[in-house]
T-cell receptor, first 116, second 111 residues
Framework: EAQVTQNPRYLITVTGKKLTVTCSQNMNHEYMSWYRQDPGLGLRQIYY???????DKGDVPEGYKVSRKEKRNFPLILESPSPNQTSLYFCASTRLKTGVHQETQYFGPGTRLLVL | KQEVTQIPAALSVPEGENLVLNCSFTDSAIYNLQWFRQDPGKGLTSLLL?????REQTSGRLNASLDKSSGRSTLYIAASQPGDSATYLCAVRGGSEKLVFGKGTKLTVNP
C-alpha cells in the first residue's frame, strides 16, 4: 500500500530537549516536504526536499532542521524545541514530473507535538 | 505572494442538500489546485486534483471546477451525507512544488 508514515504520532516534551520526527514514504517519490498546522494560520511549509541531499527552506523554517540522506526518509529535527513549536506536523511526498501535469501530494497521518 | 482564501469558514447543512465550497487565490500562475478533506485530528486526504490546463474534475458526488484567470475554484458536493462532515481544504501549487493552503471550510451535515 502506497503511504507516508510518521513517527511518533503524539509527543509531549519539554523546552530544549532535542527531538526528531521521522517521515518515510514507500512510493519512490523525489519530493518530500514538512508542514505545520496551527489554528487560524492553516498549513504552512517548513522545509522541502527535491531529492536526496537537496533541501530548502519553506515559509517557516526557524527552529527546524531536516536531512535527506535516503530517498524514502525525510526526518524533521527540532534541536531545541520551544513552546511556540507546539503544533500538528505533516509530512508529504510526491513524484516530480516535468511539464504541466503533476501528481497529487500524499500526506502522512500527522504528528501532534506539545512542548512544555 | 500567493494567498488562498476559502469562504465560508464554516457551513452547516441538512442531509441531502447540494452545496458549494469556494476557494480563491491571488496569483493565477499556478500549476494545479487540489481539494483535500481533513477529519478532526487526522491527516489530509486528497479528493480532487485539477491541472492548470483543466476546467473541472469529478469523483463520485464531488465536482471541482477551476477558473484560473479569475483565480477561483469551487467544490460541489451533491446529495450531502453526515459522513461528509469534515474540514475541506483548498491548496494551489506554484513553484518549488510548494502547496499554499487556504484555512479551510468546516462542513457539518446534519442528519
Amino acid at each position: 500500500e502506497a503511504q507516508v508514515t510518521q513517527n511518533p504520532r503524539y509527543l509531549i516534551t519539554v523546552t530544549g530537549k532535542k527531538l526528531t520526527v521521522t517521515c518515510s514514504q514507500n512510493m519512490n517519490h523525489e519530493y518530500m516536504s514538512w508542514y505545520r498546522q496551527d489554528p487560524g494560520l492553516g498549513l504552512r511549509q517548513i522545509y522541502y526536499s527535491m531529492n536526496v541531499e537537496v533541501t530548502d527552506k519553506g515559509d517557516v523554517p526557524e527552529g527546524y532542521k531536516v536531512s535527506r540522506k535516503e530517498k524514502r526518509n525525510f526526518p524533521l529535527i527540532l534541536e531545541s524545541p520551544s513552546p511556540n513549536q507546539t503544533s500538528l506536523y505533516f509530512c508529504a511526498s510526491t513524484r516530480l514530473k516535468t511539464g504541466v501535469h503533476q501528481e497529487t501530494q500524499y500526506f502522512g497521518p500527522g504528528t501532534r507535538l506539545l512542548v512544555l | 505572494k500567493q494567498e488562498v482564501t476559502q469562504i465560508p469558514a464554516a457551513l452547516s447543512v441538512p442531509e441531502g442538500e447540494n452545496l458549494v465550497l469556494n476557494c480563491s487565490f491571488t496569483d493565477s500562475a499556478i500549476y494545479n489546485l487540489q481539494w483535500f478533506r481533513q477529519d478532526p485530528g487526522k491527516g489530509l486526504t486528497s479528493l480532487l486534483l485539477i491541472q492548470s490546463s483543466q476546467r473541472e474534475q469529478t469523483s463520485g458526488r464531488l465536482n471541482a471546477s477551476l477558473d484560473k484567470s479569475s483565480g477561483r475554484s469551487t467544490l460541489y458536493i451533491a446529495a450531502s451525507q453526515p459522513g461528509d462532515s469534515a474540514t475541506y481544504l483548498c491548496a494551489v501549487r506554484g513553484g518549488s512544488e510548494k502547496l499554499v493552503f487556504g484555512k479551510g471550510t468546516k462542513l457539518t451535515v446534519n442528519p
